[in-house]
Every structure is written in C-alpha cells, then in structure tokens.
C-alpha cells in the first residue's frame, strides 16, 4: 500500500504498458522487460532503451515518457523499459544464491534484451545508476546504440562523500532505514529540496518528494533495492574516452553529481559530447521535463532519427511525396555499419 497524501498524479491510473516480457540473460539473472510502442513498426521509429535509477523502477522513466512534453516524440517512438534484477512491483527477496552483477556485467548483458525483441538499433536513455549501466552497454555494443543520453551519470568510482555516508548506512536489514532513505533522497533530488524550480510550480518538489518517499515504501522490494545501491557503490571507473555513439549529458545544478558530470564532459571529445546542463533542478526528468525533450528530440535528430517533428521553435512544411512515416525512418548510412555476425540480432521472431 502506498502511503497516504501523495498528489493526484501519482494517484491517477498508470499508462498501459503494451507488452512485457521476461528475458533470461547469461549473468545478470531474469530481466523483465516492459515495452512501450509497436516495435512491429521499429524500422519506422525510433526506439529507445531505457534503464531507471536507484531506489524506483521503470515507472521512473514511465513518468517521463508520458509527461505532455514527450507527447509527439512518443507518438513516433518505441520505448524498452528495463527493471534492473528484483526491481519489477512486488518482487520477492533475490535468492541468497544469486549474485546480484555488477553495473559492467549488466550493461553487457543488456545485449540480450535487444536481441530477445530482435531490435537491431536503439538509443540508450538512462538516469544515475541506469546511465551509467547504458554507458557501459553502448562501450560493449557500439553497433548497437546509436546514441546515449545519459541523466546526472557519474563516471568515477565512490567518491569520498559516497562513502562517508555508507558508514552511517550499511544497507542492511530487509527494511529501509531513515539514513537509507536519506542517501537515496539526496542522490535523486541533491541540494535543497525547494520550490523554486524552473518548470514545477510551487510545493511541487514537495510532492515529488512525498510521492518518492512513498513509492521507494510501497510495492518496491526493499531487499533488492538495497543490492542494487551496493552495486552503484562499488561500481569501476567508466571510461568513456572513444565511446563510437554520440553522447548528450544532462544534469541539474542541483544534483549532487553536476559537477562530475561537467568533469566528464571536458575530459571527452567535444565533436561526440553535447551537455545540458539545468538551473534549479535536480531530478531533471521530473522537474524539467520539456527542457529535457527538446534537447532529448535535437539529439536524436543529430542521429537521424525523429526528422518529421520539426526542431524546438522552428516550423517546417514536409514535402507532399513524403510521408511521416519516411521521415522518422532511420537514417543509419551515416554510421557506416556492417554488423559482423556477432553483432546482429538472431533471426527470432516474437
């Protein structure tokens, strides 16, 4: 049950997820998998794999996906959901037996997922612990993302501040404690926990807050939950100096993790990197959502993909002999690619 006062969007009906599926990976465990979108008609759109952030799921990512200013980029995408192993709503415990992998051995893994719904292309979209996970994917398959976006990612390991506050919260026991919960706050939401963003109205982070807390309480297994933060922990360095995809960082100045991020983004090649970089925010995809999806479309347009909607700000007329479906087709001849065998999906049909 989840906890009463939350705000009327958290309380409203969730959007139908089309299709969800189970994948067994060769490390990583069972993986469940949520679609959004027809991936029937993948060759004409453009599709996207995602993988959520700590203490929450892929109704994360649901949220942001259908928020109104995503609408035209959801009418012309699919979406993969993914929930990180013991992360779907009312998991039981992760046996003792199971090693739960580490963020490298998931985002390796992550391989089959693409395979298992035999899509050839898609790019990464993932949010702290899930945008490093993507990051490691893209690094593993370069012939597989076609590009990253990647939300307040960290590159480096722990850092000191990470680990002073593991010593007040060994993240042991079945339950969330006040200090856990504490460190999962301020890793998704950062400094100062105000009203004064600059989309939310005011007392909105407020709710935001209520509905986290609420949520990270609910139907969510606290257990796992709590595995997963074990891995972000201990994660290695990613090393993200000639990653083959495109790359867009998005960070607010308010998450604890702004500063690493603009670390990364002038230690990689300025002609593969772009960054937005939002004042006021810190869980960008809930607080600043339109900021998001016009840099999320410009990016994507950058690789081709969504050229039927016009840029932010900017009207354009399509040809008549040119249908909208032609237009959002994917243009990947500028990637040169020949996949090998290895990198080419099975010949499985759904």
Request: glycine share 6%; aromatic share 6%.
């Amino acid at each position: 049950m989840y906890l009463c006062g939350v705000s009327e969007f958290f309380r409203r009906k969730r959007p139908n997820i089309e299709r969800k599926y189970v994948v067994s990976t060769d490390r990583s465990g069972d993986i469940h998998v949520h679609v959004q979108g027809d991936l029937s008609q993948q060759d004409k759109r453009c599709v996207f794999l995602t993988v959520h952030d700590l203490g929450t799921n892929h109704s994360s990512l649901v949220d942001f996906v259908t928020c109104p200013a995503m609408s035209e980029i959801k009418e012309r995408s699919c979406f993969i959901h993914v929930d990180v192993p013991g992360h779907e709503e009312n998991s039981p415990d992760l046996p003792d037996s199971y090693q739960f992998p580490s963020l490298q051995t998931l985002g390796e893994d992550l391989i089959t997922v693409l395979d298992f719904l035999h899509v050839r292309y898609a790019v990464g979209l993932g949010e702290g612990a899930g945008a490093n996970v993507l990051a490691r994917c893209g690094l593993a398959h370069p012939r597989r993302l076609l590009g990253l976006i990647l939300v307040n990612c960290t590159a480096s390991t722990s850092s000191v501040a990470d680990a002073f506050r593991t010593r007040f919260s060994r993240w042991k026991g079945a339950d969330i404690s006040q200090s856990e919960e504490d460190f999962l706050i301020y890793h998704k939401f950062g400094h100062q926990i105000s009203s004064d963003s600059c989309e939310a109205g005011p007392g909105e982070r407020e709710r935001m807050l209520t509905e986290y807390r609420s949520r990270l309480r609910g139907n969510l297994n606290t257990h796992n939950i709590k595995q997963y933060v074990r891995a972000f922990i201990h994660r290695k360095d990613l090393m993200l100096k000639g990653c083959q995809p495109d790359i867009l960082l998005i960070t607010g100045m308010q998450s604890p993790y702004s500063s690493v991020v603009e670390k990364m983004y002038r230690e990689l090649d300025k002609d593969k990197v772009t960054i937005l970089k939002v004042d006021k925010a810190g869980d960008v995809l809930a607080e600043a959502p339109a900021k998001v999806s016009q840099s999320l479309l410009l990016f994507c347009q950058g690789q081709g993909l969504l050229t039927s909607l016009p840029p932010p700000g900017v009207e354009r007329r399509m040809s008549r002999a040119m249908s909208m479906e032609e237009y959002d087709k994917p243009n990947i001849r500028r990637l040169s690619l020949t996949p090998s065998a290895c990198d080419s999906p099975p010949p499985r049909k759904l």
